[in-house]
Structures are given as structure tokens and as C-alpha cells.
């Protein structure tokens, strides 16, 4: 039988002010912070750090996985970010955003359903101006569009030289 911490003469463990005030007089047990009340060590913070850290770069690659070209309109040059396209396609696109007098947007390739697909974005591109886009590169295999060699910048010409 315990006998009472009073009459042994042993200090009674306290917790902490203002927390769990249940009194702990046993042999070998100690009181505990609660869980949710305990500090984070800064090697338990560093593990999911990392994780976010390496996990970025492939979420990255994942979305980029399908892409086949960007493409940016500045003023009056079309300019290949990334990916390949054929010079010839790289003109035909050039041509569509010269004719709407279109400025700085952003065109993306990417693969769906085994098919080439355009989307714009930036300036609001009307509607007509974005199916013109989506039939000219519907017309291009993808084999083609990726075994195409790297295009160079194209300069847009005015909607009079076009005409």
C-alpha cells in the first residue's frame, strides 16, 4: 500500500501553474505536458520542410509534363519561352495575332486526348481569335510539333502588311 506523500515526508510534483493540477505521487511517474501544449522541436519542423522543398520541383514537372510549347506576345514580337514548334507554325500563329491586333498574351500547347490544344492567356482574346488559334494548331501532329526544330523569334506584322 502507498502511503500518502504527506505523511512519507516526499515533495509532491506539481505541474506547471495555471495547467493540469492533478497531483502525481507515485514512484517514477512525472507529469506531463499535454500534447497539444508541448513545443515543436526544430528537427520535427525541418522533415516537413524538406519534403515541401523537394516535392515543389516535381509538381512543377508533372504540370509541364504535357505542355508542348509556350509561346509570349510583347508589342510586336512572338517569342518562344519553352518547348519546340516549327518555324511554320510559329508563323501561322503569328499571323492570326497580327490580324486581331493582339498584345501582350501568353499562348500554351499542351497535349490532350493524343491531340495539340491552344490556350491564351493575358489580354482578353475574343472568341473568334481563340478558335482561329485551336484550328491552326489542330492541324499539327504532336510528333510533329515536338520533332520540329527550336523556332526563332517572330516579329508580328501589321494588320495592313497582312492584307
Do not use: C, T
Not at 26 to 52: A, C, I, K
Not at 113 to 131: C, I, N
Not at 140 to 151: H, L, T, Y
Request: a positive charge; zero cysteines.
Amino acid at each position: 500500500m502507498a502511503i500518502p506523500a504527506a505523511i512519507s515526508g516526499r515533495r509532491l510534483k506539481l505541474p506547471p501553474a495555471g495547467l493540469n493540477r492533478e497531483l502525481i505521487n507515485e514512484p517514477g511517474r512525472h507529469w506531463r505536458q499535454p500534447r497539444h501544449m508541448r513545443r515543436l522541436s526544430p528537427v520535427g519542423l525541418l522533415v516537413p520542410l524538406l519534403l515541401l522543398i523537394l516535392a515543389v520541383p516535381l509538381v512543377v514537372a508533372l504540370m509541364r509534363a504535357n505542355e508542348l510549347f509556350l509561346l509570349r506576345v510583347r508589342g510586336s514580337e512572338l517569342v518562344r519561352v519553352r518547348g519546340r514548334i516549327p518555324q511554320k507554325l510559329l508563323d501561322d500563329i503569328g499571323d492570326v495575332i497580327a490580324r486581331a491586333g493582339l498584345d501582350a498574351i501568353e499562348l500554351r500547347a499542351v497535349i490532350e486526348d493524343g491531340r495539340p490544344k491552344m490556350y491564351a492567356s493575358g489580354a482578353e482574346v475574343p472568341r473568334p481569335v481563340r478558335q482561329q488559334l485551336r484550328n491552326v494548331v489542330g492541324q499539327w501532329q504532336v510528333s510533329a510539333i515536338r520533332s520540329g526544330p527550336k523556332a526563332r523569334a517572330s516579329r508580328l506584322s501589321s494588320p495592313r502588311e497582312v492584307s
